[in-house]
């Protein structure tokens, strides 16, 4: 299943980024500094520079849940890359995910 979804994500963003996976527990280097312990993790680097991505949950490292929309990522994504080229550390979200998860 995650193999076939990046594959269609790859086709889709494969002018501006590359997507990798990694199995934590085969590379656990970066476990403890980035609080890898999630099963699927999204994290955003270029050119060898982590970047971080304010979604309004309070984590701006990463993303640890399911997206259910392959073009909210393919967004955050693209977001990532052009806040990226212009030296930012930070970007924002496209969307505010901060009352996704609430009761």
């Keep these: 299943m ?5 594959q269609i994500l790859c086709l889709n963003v494969k002018n501006f980024a590359v997507i990798y996976l990694v199995d934590i527990t085969e590379v656990p280097d970066f476990n403890k500094m980035y609080e890898l312990y999630d099963p699927c993790t999204v994290m955003f680097f270029f050119r060898n520079k982590h970047i971080m991505i304010d979604l309004g949950t309070g984590n701006n490292n990463k993303i640890n ?3 259910e929309d392959k073009q909210e990522m393919i967004d955050i994504i693209e977001t990532v890359y052009r806040g990226a080229r212009k030296g930012r550390g930070l970007v924002v979200s496209p969307k505010d995910y901060s009352t996704k998860y609430r009761y």
Aim: glycine fraction near 0%; charged fraction near 10%; charge should be positive.
């Design 2 to 6: 995650l193999l076939a979804t990046r």
């Design 65 to 67: 849940w399911a997206m």
